[in-house]
C-alpha cells in the first residue's frame, strides 16, 4: 500500500476473526467435506432403494460445492476479487439449490419411511417389539434428517455473509488502491 493510500478497515466475523481467513477456511472445508459427502453419497447410491433421485440430486449438490469452495480457496488464499465474487455467487446459488434438493430429500423419506419400516421388519414379522424399534428408528432417520439439513443451511447462509464482507472489504482495498490523491491542492 502506498504511503498516501487510506487505510482498509479488517472486516471479521465472531468478534475477532479476520473474514479472509474465514473464507480460507469456509473454501477447505468445502472443498474437502462436500467431496466427502459426495462419495459418501456415491457408495450409499448402490444400497438405495426409491431415493435414488434424491441421492444423486445431493450427490451432485456436494460436488458443485467441492468445485465452487475450489474457486473460493484460490480467491481467498491470492486476494483475487473476480474469484471472490464467483465464489459468493455459486455459494447463494448453492444454497439456494439445496435448500430446494433438500425439501425434494426429506419429503422422500417421509414419503417412503412404510418402506423402510417394512424392510425393517423382514424376517422379524413375529417379534412384538420389532414394529415398535423399526418406528422409532424411521422416526429417529426423519428428525435427524431434518435437523442436519436446517444446520447446514444455516452455516451456508453464515458462510455467505462471510465470503460478502471479504468482498466488500477486497472492494475497498481495490478502491483505495485506484484512488488518486491531489497533494497539490493543500
Given at each position: 500500500?502506498?504511503?498516501?493510500?487510506?487505510?482498509?478497515?479488517?472486516?471479521?466475523?465472531?468478534?475477532?476473526?479476520?473474514?479472509?481467513?474465514?473464507?480460507?477456511?469456509?473454501?477447505?472445508?468445502?472443498?474437502?467435506?462436500?467431496?466427502?459427502?459426495?462419495?459418501?453419497?456415491?457408495?450409499?447410491?448402490?444400497?438405495?432403494?426409491?431415493?435414488?433421485?434424491?441421492?444423486i440430486?445431493?450427490?451432485?449438490?456436494?460436488?458443485?460445492?467441492?468445485?465452487?469452495?475450489?474457486?473460493?480457496?484460490?480467491?481467498?488464499?491470492?486476494?483475487?476479487?473476480?474469484?471472490?465474487?464467483?465464489?459468493?455467487?455459486m455459494?447463494?446459488?448453492?444454497?439456494?439449490?439445496?435448500?430446494?434438493?433438500?425439501?425434494?430429500?426429506?419429503?422422500?423419506?417421509?414419503?417412503?419411511?412404510?418402506n423402510?419400516?417394512?424392510?425393517?421388519?423382514?424376517?422379524?414379522?413375529?417379534?412384538?417389539?420389532?414394529?415398535?424399534?423399526?418406528?422409532?428408528?424411521?422416526?429417529?432417520?426423519?428428525?435427524?434428517?431434518?435437523?442436519?439439513?436446517?444446520?447446514?443451511?444455516?452455516?451456508?447462509?453464515?458462510?455467505?455473509?462471510?465470503?460478502?464482507?471479504?468482498?466488500?472489504?477486497?472492494?475497498?482495498?481495490?478502491?483505495?488502491?485506484?484512488?488518486?490523491?491531489?497533494?497539490?491542492?493543500?
Amino acid at each position: 500500500m502506498s504511503p498516501n493510500a487510506a487505510a482498509v478497515r479488517s472486516r471479521t466475523f465472531c468478534c475477532c476473526i479476520p473474514v479472509r481467513a474465514g473464507v480460507i477456511l469456509l473454501s477447505f472445508l468445502g472443498l474437502f467435506g462436500g467431496a466427502a459427502v459426495a462419495a459418501v453419497g456415491i457408495i450409499s447410491l448402490k444400497k438405495s432403494s426409491g431415493t435414488e433421485k434424491s441421492l444423486i440430486i445431493q450427490i451432485v449438490v456436494y460436488i458443485l460445492l467441492s468445485l465452487i469452495s475450489f474457486l473460493g480457496l484460490v480467491g481467498g488464499i491470492g486476494r483475487k476479487l473476480i474469484c471472490v465474487r464467483i465464489y459468493f455467487g455459486m455459494l447463494v446459488f448453492h444454497l439456494a439449490f439445496s435448500v430446494a434438493a433438500g425439501i425434494f430429500a426429506i419429503y422422500r423419506v417421509f414419503k417412503d419411511s412404510n418402506n423402510y419400516i417394512s424392510e425393517c421388519l423382514v424376517g422379524k414379522e413375529n417379534d412384538p417389539s420389532a414394529l415398535k424399534t423399526c418406528q422409532a428408528g424411521a422416526s429417529l432417520l426423519k428428525g435427524l434428517m431434518v435437523t442436519v439439513f436446517i444446520v447446514f443451511w444455516i452455516l451456508t447462509a453464515w458462510a455467505c455473509a462471510i465470503v460478502h464482507n471479504y468482498n466488500k472489504q477486497l472492494e475497498e482495498e481495490e478502491a483505495t488502491r485506484s484512488m488518486v490523491k491531489d497533494t497539490e491542492a493543500w
